[in-house]
């Protein structure tokens, strides 16, 4: 789909994006996410992601995860309020 021409320089950026693959015991999805990047054969790949385990296989595991994760973000953004609001 991308027409890269030759001499052309690629550059891949998968910032937050893995965290989005299901889990599975083979690998699969991200062995074909990983193979659809190198048949750009990019000059460079850029790769960050947050931990937090969203990509169990288990959705009561992936729920629980989302929550705890999320849950600690608000919680420091809670206590940046509050400690702005009321100058501690």
């Known amino acids: 789909m991308l027409h890269v021409k030759e001499g052309e320089t690629v550059a891949v950026n998968c910032i937050l994006q893995l965290h989005k693959m299901l889990y599975d015991n083979t690998g699969g999805a991200l062995k074909d996410f990983f193979r659809l990047i190198q048949s750009t054969n990019p000059s460079i790949v850029v790769v960050a992601e947050q931990?937090?385990?969203?990509?169990?296989?288990?959705?009561?595991?992936?729920?629980?995860?989302?929550?705890?994760?999320?849950?600690?973000?608000?919680?420091?953004i809670d206590s940046v309020v509050v400690a702005t609001r009321y100058g501690d």
């Open 51 to 76: 931990e937090s385990e969203h990509n169990d296989a288990i959705l009561e595991k992936r729920v629980s995860n989302s929550l705890m994760y999320y849950s600690a973000i608000f919680d420091c």
